[in-house]
């Protein structure tokens, strides 16, 4: 019996026995979801490192540049894996196919205790951070915030989608309407001089200021976990892929053109929070706070997203093993995940804990998800080129065009990524890749 049998076998039996995911998402909230998760609160701190490490207007552009067009390499190999087997399990599906349940194991295994749930709390402390300069809750304030938004968000997505689906659009156009009017006030400011950076000569570095960039428009990936979700995938998934990197390198570049207009680049490679800076010139205070709230929406959104496709693994993963079978139950009403939500919600909720304790919570975030997400986005890559040589006469809806030269550019991209994750990381590093390996015992328990 060859892997596709198999696959039928099982989704008969899961169609008898218990729910399955619906195809009930539209093109604009396919979109909408894949926004809210790249436009985080990356946008507001990244353009000052960015121009720190190129130091004249023209590498800013360049780098955001490069940044989009890498997204879209990247999009186009994610959009014929994403076609091609449409799946609840996103990368887990095709790390299966190309490589075997124990790389596949070990991915939903990392990504359920590191990758997703080490986002959800990296931008929940971001959130935590900005809230509590609108309404401070003592010592603690961030982390509190941060465990509120998570279980809340988690008690939303449970609900069922169509409350998660709708919040998330709503936050989604609210963060562009904000962005666009960052964008407005920069734009139509007097021209700030600009003299170019003289960084010192440890610092300058154009492969480290793409990392930063590359940070900024991370999460569009995450589209592979809504292909068994979204209505005419075939089609969709491409399209919902191309709108969003278009829409968000747009966003991207006039953002930068208004700091670069309003502050200077000098100005905004030393500055601390550039887009508060920025309508601080122009409005005082009431400026910095309203960036504050923007950054809060945008978090929300980020965080909401991140929940709602980190589950969709855990599912996968429960009805591949034995022991984690319990993670692999639909709940019909409402349609959603419910377990894989309440353990994904108590690990992010644990790292939380970890992130109050070290005092450093966003950067033992980066440290802990960093090598890890890396290292299984260039297997995720590869896939695709091992399922072209194992499964050629697939039906592919879209082929990636120029193959092979597109996955083999995007998987040196990776690489390199990987290397500077590992080079630039500290203990949290240390404990995610533990962390990981954890999952090994659970690889013999795969079917």
Avoid at 368 to 392: C, D, G, K, M, N
């Amino acid at each position: 019996m060859d892997l596709d049998q198999v696959e039928n076998h099982y989704a008969k039996w899961d169609g008898m026995h218990k729910a399955a995911p619906q195809p009930t998402l539209v093109l604009a909230d396919a979109i909408a979801l894949i926004v809210g998760l790249v436009i985080g609160a990356g946008i507001f701190e990244t353009p000052a490192l960015v121009a720190a490490n190129t130091g004249t207007t023209s590498g800013v552009i360049q780098l955001w540049l490069i940044g989009g067009a890498v997204s879209l390499l990247g999009a186009l190999c994610y959009a014929e894996l994403a076609t091609a087997y449409p799946h609840v399990g996103g990368n887990y599906y095709y790390l299966k196919r190309a490589f075997g349940s124990p790389v596949a194991v070990l991915f939903a295994w990392a990504r359920m205790t590191v990758i997703q749930t080490g986002s959800i709390a990296l931008l929940a402390f971001v959130f935590g951070d900005y809230a509590s300069q609108l309404l401070p809750l003592g010592g603690y304030s961030p982390a509190i915030y941060a465990a509120a938004a998570i279980a809340l968000l988690t008690l939303l997505n449970i609900i069922g989608l169509r409350q998660s689906k709708r919040l998330q659009n709503w936050l989604a156009v609210c963060l562009v309407l904000g962005l666009l009017l960052v964008i407005c006030v920069g734009l139509t400011a007097p021209a700030a001089a600009n003299p170019p950076v003289v960084p010192s000569e440890s610092s300058p570095s154009w492969g480290l200021g793409l990392v930063f960039v590359l940070l900024s428009y991370g999460g569009w990936n995450e589209a592979a976990y809504i292909s068994a979700e979204i209505q005419n995938p075939q089609r969709n998934i491409v399209r919902s892929l191309l709108w969003s990197i278009g829409i968000i390198t747009g966003l991207y570049l006039l953002i930068n053109l208004a700091y670069l207009q309003g502050l200077g680049v000098a100005s905004m490679a030393n500055s601390q929070a550039v887009a508060a800076d920025l309508l601080r010139q122009s409005w005082g205070e009431s400026g910095a706070a309203f960036v504050s709230l923007l950054v809060v929406i945008a978090t929300l959104g980020s965080i909401n997203a991140t929940i709602f496709t980190g589950a969709r693994t855990s599912f996968a993963l429960g009805q591949d093993v034995a022991p984690l079978r319990w993670l692999g139950h639909w709940h019909p009403h409402p349609s959603s995940p419910t377990t894989a939500y309440l353990l994904q919600g108590g690990i992010a909720l644990a790292l939380i804990g970890l992130g109050t304790f070290t005092r450093r919570g966003f950067e033992t975030m980066v440290d802990y998800t960093a090598p890890i997400f890396w290292l299984f986005f260039l297997l995720s890559t590869l896939s695709l080129i091992v399922l072209r040589i194992q499964e050629p006469d697939r039906p592919r809806p879209f082929r990636v065009p120029l193959y092979p030269l597109v996955p083999l550019l995007f998987c040196a991209i990776c690489g390199y990524l990987l290397y500077s994750s590992l080079i630039f990381t500290g203990i949290g590093a240390i404990i995610g890749i533990v962390v990981v390996l954890l999952g090994i015992p659970f690889i013999r328990h795969s079917r």
